[in-house]
């Protein structure tokens, strides 16, 4: 992961990668994360098994999932700028994860995923 800060917004970076197997379909990492959640980016690998599709979930240390969007296809940017009312407080760790919507028992992907947090 690497950090870059830019007056109060911070963006840290993950690269996700998910080797193909008989069971692939999560990838995570974790990180400690503080702020408000402003933007979640995603961009999705070129190709993935089974037409699949992609979450990105973010779970906080008692596993609640505190963010989440679904739907996403591959070869795809999103951007997920959340409004005013929908953002969301983030304090401590988190793990940052991927599901694919299909096991990926032939492709091996990498998910690049960019959070926006105001501090």
Same mark, same amino acid.
């Not at 596993?63 to 401590?92: C, E, H, Q, W």
């Given at each position: 992961? *690497?950090?870059?800060?830019t007056? /109060?917004?911070?963006r840290?970076k ?10 692939a379909?999560?990838?995570?990492? %974790?990180?400690?994360?503080?702020? $408000?959640? /402003?933007e *979640? ?5 070129t ?5 699949a #599709?992609? %979450?990105?979930?973010?779970i !906080?240390? !008692? ?6 969007? +679904?739907?996403?296809?591959?070869n795809t +940017? +999103?951007?997920? $700028?959340?409004?005013n009312?929908? /953002? ?11 599901v694919?919507?299909?096991?990926? #028992?032939? %492709? !091996? %992907?990498?998910t ?6 105001? +501090?």
């Amino acid at each position: 992961m *690497a950090d870059i800060f830019t007056g /109060r917004i911070k963006r840290p970076k993950y690269s996700l990668a998910l080797t193909h197997g008989a069971s692939a379909n999560t990838v995570s990492a %974790t990180a400690t994360l503080n702020g $408000l959640l /402003r933007e *979640a980016i995603i961009k999705t690998p070129t190709a993935v098994d089974g037409a699949a #599709t992609l %979450t990105l979930n973010l779970i !906080d240390v !008692d596993g609640y999932t505190v963010y989440t969007k +679904s739907g996403i296809a591959a070869n795809t +940017s +999103s951007i997920n $700028l959340l409004t005013n009312d929908l /953002r969301v407080p983030l304090s401590g760790s988190y793990t940052v994860q991927i599901v694919f919507s299909a096991n990926q #028992t032939a %492709t !091996d %992907t990498t998910t690049a995923v960019v959070l926006l947090i105001e +501090s």
